[in-house]
């Protein structure tokens, strides 16, 4: 317990003195990390500071959540070390590293929807009253989570249960979690994804507030932007090994592309113009009632050949607009068309039936089936074609995939992978791909570049505008502001289950947006 | 409703074919004892938790005597004396003389056993080697009937070597003897001790066409065992009678209820004895047995 | 008390009712006593079930456990002649010893519970009867054992004993499960035991603790259950109590995916059943309908409750709806 | 075969070369034949459970099913005279519509299998009981059905018709379980329910198809088993069934958590246990150990296979950790 005393002796509340002449709080040296198959990291070394923010980027599978996993005690390396407060360990446990004072918000999220919302935030360092049984102080409990939850700017109170909330809610928690420990070292594995923009500058002002308070922060983030915005130092990651490091002076979004790239990207994450005028309607609803607002009822159409942005903010029903029409769950009312005709939907295969294609918000729950190979998970919804008298082709399986797997540029060391080995941000091309193998008449994604990294994001784009080019009708949610706006024909603005209104090409900006989601008329 | 008459009730050590004929005998005892209601219970399993509690809440439900076949009645006493301090208690088919009991009715299986010696002594004069298959090696009337044939065979040559036992389990039954026959080619009489032992016996011996090669020796009246009999291909078999244990029992009980206690002897034992079927006794005995259950 | 609970309370009230209206002697002291001694012992076990259904395991065993651990209290009291104070708590420990080879073979080899159970289920009835030789275990003729058997079998102011301590029991272990922190642990387990382990929760030690506690409990029971029958036969004694305990941590609200229910649930599990059991035996319905009995029971309970969770969330909603409806038009 | 089903494959045989070496009347053919006529009729038990397990369900009403329709079966055949040409396919219909109803409960009305199928194992074995009042249903002396008991207890070159029935079953079903649209479907069911939702897959349908299969399968074996013991005592025939089926399934590579097994493996672990079963008779040992015998086997099959599977696993990786830094080395 060395590393205990030393911890005490550091005074790092002067956060004024220059960093670099800090003693490191923490540092990796040659740490590598495989996996059958995968070198996942590669002799990558870093150190971090006291009160430092670093940023750190790379694509998809490029090992940074296999880092932070490393310093969460999580996984431990092969070979290499880390040293925390000057003490080396082969590696962490969960213990040590919360010992040490590591907090960890993991990608996927972790949170137990048994229980409220307070004992999420101080799950494993309950304060308890003393006596044999260990008894839960709840008073105390709900008392001391009511603040934090206020600071990550939550709308909702202690004793919620997790069930209850949604996605980007439950991230808020995690979030929530993390700043509950006395941390020195504050770990965000990609807290942004799910989160919109005004949850994400609340985030952004945590995030330097506990630099203030001597506290470093890892921030992981494929929104370039925000790391831009808050990173004294960004750390780049390429296959593995180190890429290069930017000082808080050459941080900006170029340099960061062309070092997790190699090159710079031509045009910014965007997607092309549209090269065609909208067609008719696709898909409409009309009056549609869900069970998140059920005095809410929503008309919305999604033309051919449009992408057709969806914003909001957290909980405005989006998602659960989505789920209706893909048929996963029953609305309590109104209807839905497609191409002029009545449609019922009585579950998500007759969606697919009718060429209407979900990729959901959820990929480890909903998107795909980690078991499954990506072959496989490609070929799931369209089996009988890849079938010859009820008997599978995997070869046929296999065709299909290779290709996806060109096109969509999935990595991964072939295509009988098991979809759980990959990156999050391969799984997410995975969902897509299964899709683009068979032939949508209207696509839905619900936060599709959902921890995409900057290269992949670009080519989704470039994928959903050549799906509307074809005809295809995009309805693309997205809590992305940039996205919404840089990708949409036009959007619509969501506000506690309604459609506010809805935006052409010529109206589009960050502030009118905004003004929608909350409920007011645009300027 | 069931109050307005007393109630009489046998409850049997657990569901089986054999207690089919004591049905019949509370069913002819209640048409001449028109003032009680007779009830045949079965536990739901053979258990002395289950019979136990089923006992229990008979009395609970006011029935005024009780005649049990008691799962285990060895290490049953307390339970026993407790139901016979609440109700009039008789005992049949497996005694357990310490309790309080009024009185005993049925067979002795010792002496079963020891007919069913007889059987096999009879049908191998030159002595043999005997196998038997019964169901719950550990319950008492199993280890009465070994014991019984044992003493019937000592001094003999012909010798027990073995019992195995299949928990009830039908098709373990009839896998045992399948087995036996592999296990031990030198065998050349099986002994079914249960009444389902002897029927699995015989059609695994007609699916290996080794009926008549072997001696067989039955307990119980299951239809195949007195097909079988009938045949030749089973020696004989040693049957009690619960018809009469049930038939008897019942008035017996009510009888004691009116307060005639002439019937019940001064050991509380009334004996039904076992009989040994053979060839020439089967016809009349499945007569019988169908006017018994009013057939 | 949970709405859940209190719809299963309202069950056995009812049926109570009913059973009372056709058969006035269900009422009577001696009835309740003889049910509720019954409620005891069954009861201990499903508390003990219940602890390892939270952590989404399931304990198979019970049954053979209740029979070997049986055989072993009567058999060393009443022919080896060990002191009952000496052979309770040790029968208590092997209790928790099998429960620890349980744990140890489920988080640190990693089996499944079902089939680390499964085969407890075989293996201890195999040694039972193999211990006696397939005989019975039982006592003697007049051994007695005074105090053991009026903490056991007696009765204080007309209340079995073993109802007693299953209210104490109940009391104590429905603090442990919904206040202290190892109950919380217990539940967030059941849930999500990945993301308990992330949290630096030694889930293993947790997990191993609840089939502890599930073992010790069950040796007690076993203990009530010898001195209730004082004779048994390890072939079939205690068969298919793992199903009445399982049964009524279901029926009491317990999913067996783990991570839910409540100790209130799985008591009233338990007197349901049981006085489905008396019923049976009071109504003179035939005993071959007992199981049936019970099945159809048990579905019809677990249906209503589910389909009552879907028409309420249901008609939260239109609720809602019809609100919003009346607010919009109010505007 | 996988490394799994090989594994299994050799202890069975090892298992066999010892039982040999003690008493070489195991390797007599009549010997050998009983044996795999009882693996016959288990294996077509295991097979049906297979079905449900792939989907991360349970059948736990299997042997009450195996007594209700055996009883059935004999009842309509022997005692009520329908052809048994007749009777037959009404049994299969039967089976199926148990598993409809089973399937109908759990996808639509959303209750867990277990409970589901703890209730059937209840309610069959209760309406089976009440159906002959208790009593046994068999066939008279001397009543014969020579087609039917040829197909069911009958020899074709002295192996029993009930294995070949066994392997035409096994063939058919490894088809539809490892090469078909419908068994892909099964396994990724398994895996993860409502990812294979999102993916356009009626899981409704296909879960509900996996029980009715399970329910006929069952069906047929209750009519082996009818024709096997030709006489059934409803409190106790099958008694257990689902737990050797079950167990089958375990040894055989199949997790209850669903989406995994293998067909062989299924079929080698019936094997496994018959053969115990065999053994247990042939080399003499106390019947009361039978049990014992098995759930040691089971639990050692398991563990073995577990510890190998971390071997191979550690082996694998450290393998990919040498390569790797000889990689590296190399640039
Ligand atoms: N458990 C595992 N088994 C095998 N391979 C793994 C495992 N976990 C990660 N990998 C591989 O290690 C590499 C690094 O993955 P990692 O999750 O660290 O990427 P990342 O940088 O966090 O990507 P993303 O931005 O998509 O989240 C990937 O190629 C991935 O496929
Ligand atoms: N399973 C659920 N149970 C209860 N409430 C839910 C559930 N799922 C969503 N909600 C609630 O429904 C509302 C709408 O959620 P939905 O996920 O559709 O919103 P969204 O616009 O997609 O937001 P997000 O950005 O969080 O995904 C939210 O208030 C959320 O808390
Ligand atoms: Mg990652
Ligand atoms: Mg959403």
Redesign the interface.
């Known amino acids: 317990m060395a590393h205990r005393l030393l911890s005490g002796m550091m005074n790092y509340s002067d956060a004024s003195i220059s960093a670099s002449t800090i003693a490191p709080f923490l540092s990796l040296e040659g740490v590598r990390k495989t996996y059958p198959g995968v070198v996942a990291l590669d002799g990558f070394s870093m150190d971090v500071r006291p009160g430092e923010v670093i940023g750190l980027v790379g694509e998809n599978g490029a090992g940074k959540s296999t880092l932070m996993k490393i310093l ?1 005690g ?1 996984t431990t390396p092969d070979t290499g070390t880390v040293i925390v407060d000057g003490v080396a360990h082969d590696g962490l446990t ?2 040590a ?2 010992g040490s004072g590591i907090a ?1 918000v ?1 990608q996927e999220l ?6 409220d919302v307070a ?1 999420n935030i101080f ?2 360092r ?1 304060p ?1 009253r003393a006596g044999p ?4 102080d709840r008073a105390r409990l709900r008392a001391l989570s009511a603040p934090l939850l206020k600071r990550v700017g939550a709308n909702f109170s202690a004793d919620t249960p997790v069930s209850a909330l949604s996605l980007a809610q439950q991230q808020m928690v995690e979030i929530a979690k993390a700043l509950s420990i006395e941390a020195r070292l504050v770990i965000l594995d990609e807290p942004t994804s799910s989160l919109p923009l005004a949850e994400t500058d609340k985030l952004l002002d945590v995030i330097r507030a506990l630099k203030a308070e001597g506290i470093s922060v890892i921030f992981i983030s494929h929104r370039l932007h925000e790391v831009e915005r808050v990173a004294d130092r960004v750390v780049v990651l390429r296959d593995g090994m180190l890429a290069g490091t930017l000082p808080k002076n050459a941080i900006n979004h170029d340099q960061m592309v062309k070092l997790m790239i190699g090159r710079l990207l031509k045009e910014r994450e965007k997607a092309a113009e549209s090269a065609r005028p909208p067609g008719t309607v696709a898909l409409s609803a009309k009056a549609i ?1 869900t ?1 998140a607002y ?3 009822p929503v008309d919305l159409g999604v033309r051919h050949g449009e992408i057709l942005g969806l914003a909001g903010l957290v909980g405005s029903g989006r998602t659960e607009l989505a789920r209706v029409l893909f048929g996963i769950e029953k609305a ?2 109104g209807a839905l068309q497609l191409d002029g005709t009545d449609l019922v939907l009585g579950s998500a295969a007759d969606a697919v039936a009718n060429g209407i294609f979900l990729v959901p918000e959820d990929r480890k729950l909903t998107g795909i089936l980690l078991d499954l190979s990506i072959a496989q998970n490609i070929s799931l919804p369209n089996l009988p074609a890849h079938a010859r008298r009820f008997l599978v082709s995997a070869s046929a399986e296999a065709v299909t995939a290779e290709k996806q797997k060109r096109n969509l540029g999935i990595k991964a060391p072939s295509v009988a992978t098991r979809t759980g080995t990959l990156s999050g941000g391969n799984q997410q091309k995975v969902v897509l791909a299964k899709w683009l193998a068979m032939h949508p008449k209207v696509m839905i994604l619900d936060e599709p570049t959902r921890g995409i990294d900057i290269g992949a994001k670009a080519e989704i784009y470039g994928l959903m505008r050549a799906l509307a080019d074809a005809g295809v009708a995009v309805l693309m949610i997205s809590s992305d502001m940039e996205e919404v706006i840089g990708v949409s024909d036009r959007i619509a603005v969501m506000h506690e289950g309604q459609i506010s209104g809805i935006l052409d090409k010529e109206q589009f900006s960050q502030e009118n947006v905004l003004l929608l989601a909350v409920g007011k008329q645009p300027k | 409703r ?1 109050q307005d008459k007393p109630t009489l009730a046998f409850v049997v050590n657990g ?1 089986s074919d054999f207690w089919k004929a004591a049905e019949a005998g509370v069913k002819k005892a209640q048409a001449e004892l028109p003032d009680y209601d007779l ?1 045949l ?9 289950i019979q ?3 006992m ?7 029935v005024k005597a009780i005649m049990v076949s008691a ?2 009645p ?6 026993l004396n407790k139901i016979a301090s609440e109700t009039a208690l008789f005992t049949t088919d497996s005694d357990a003389p ?1 309790t309080k009991r009024v009185a005993y009715i049925g067979s002795s299986n010792i002496d079963a056993g020891k007919q069913a010696a007889e059987i096999a002594k009879k049908a191998m004069p030159d002595g043999g080697k005997c196998l038997g298959f019964v169901g ?5 009337n199993a ?1 009465e009937r070994i014991e019984g044939m044992k003493e019937g065979l000592a001094g003999t040559k012909i010798e027990l070597i073995d019992v195995r ?1 299949d ?1 009830i389990d039908q098709a373990r039954a009839k896998k045992n003897v399948e087995d036996a026959l592999v296990a031990s080619p030198d065998v050349t009489c099986m002994v079914g001790f249960y009444s389902y032992n002897t029927p699995r016996i015989y059609e695994a011996l007609r699916d290996a066409g080794k009926l008549g090669q072997i001696t067989v020796v039955g307990f119980d009246d299951d239809p195949i065992t007195l097909g079988g009999v009938k045949e030749g291909t089973v020696a004989a078999t040693v049957v009690q009678q619960p018809f009469e244990w049930a038939y008897q029992g019942m008035k017996l009980m009510a009888a004691y209820l009116k307060g005639d206690k002439s019937g019940v002897p001064a050991d509380g034992l009334i004996i039904v004895p076992t009989k040994i079927i053979g060839k020439d006794d089967v016809d009349a005995y499945a007569a019988n047995l169908k006017t018994m259950a009013g057939k | 008390m949970s709405k859940k609970d209190l719809g299963l309370l309202i069950l056995i009230l009812v049926v109570g009712a009913v059973v009372a209206i056709i ?1 006035p ?2 009422l ?1 002291p ?2 309740l006593a ?1 049910t509720s001694n ?1 409620i005891g012992l069954f009861g201990i076990l499903a508390i003990g079930q219940a602890f390892v259904i939270i952590t989404g395991g399931i304990e198979l065993s019970v049954g053979s456990v209740v029979a070997l651990l049986g055989v072993l209290f009567v058999d060393f009291i009443a022919t080896r002649g060990m002191a009952w104070p000496v052979a309770l708590p040790l029968i208590l420990v092997l209790g928790g010893l099998i429960g620890l080879a349980h744990g140890w ?1 489920i988080t640190r ?4 519970p ?3 159970t ?6 201890y ?3 039972a ?2 211990y ?8 003697a ?2 051994q007695n054992f005074p105090e053991l058997e009026f903490l056991t079998a007696g009765r204080s102011y007309g209340v079995p004993n073993s109802f007693i301590a299953l209210i104490v029991i109940a009391i104590v272990t429905w ?2 499960l919904h ?4 109950g ?1 642990y217990l ?2 387990i ?3 035991e ?9 889930t293993g030690r947790v997990v191993i603790a609840a089939y502890v506690i599930c073992g010790v409990l069950t040796a007690l029971s076993a203990i009530y ?1 010898a001195m ?10 205690g ?2 109590y793992e ?1 009445y305990a ?2 009524a941590a ?1 029926l009491g609200g317990f ?3 783990g ?2 229910g409540s100790l209130i649930g799985v008591i009233l599990g338990t007197v349901l059943l049981q006085e489905l ?2 019923l049976v ?2 109504l ?1 319905i ?11 029971v ?2 019809i309970g ?2 209503v409750d ?2 009552w969770g879907v028409f309420r969330e249901r008609r939260l ?2 609720g ?6 009346a ?2 038009a109010a505007e």
């Open positions: 969460g999580v969960v213990e590293s919360i960890f993991h972790n949170l137990f929807e048994n229980l004992a799950f494993g309950e308890w049984l260990k008894l839960v009632r069970s059920p005095d809410r309590l009312g | 069931a569901a009830q219970k079965y536990p739901e399993q053979s258990s002395v938790a136990q509690r089923l229990d809440d008979l009395v609970t439900a006011g799962v285990d060895k290490t049953s006493t307390d339970g310490q719950l090696l550990g319950a008492d280890k036992g928990d | 058969n002697r269900f009577l001696i009835n003889n019954l073979l080899l990693k089996l499944q079902f089939v680390v499964l085969c407890g289920l075989l293996i009835r195999g040694v009867r193999f006696t030789a397939d005989g019975t275990a039982g006592f003729f007049g603090v442990v206040r202290s922190v190892f919380r539940y967030a059941g849930k999500n990945e993301a308990a382990k992330y949290s630096g929760i030694r259950f209730y029958t004082r004779s048994i036969s390890p072939a079939s004694h068969q298919f199903l399982i049964a279901v999913s067996l995916r991570g839910e059991q008396n035996n009071l003179g035939p005993s071959s309908l007992n199981f049936a009995v019970m099945g159809g048990i579905l677990v249906l589910q389909q909603m239109l809602a709806a019809r609100k919003g409806a607010g919009a």
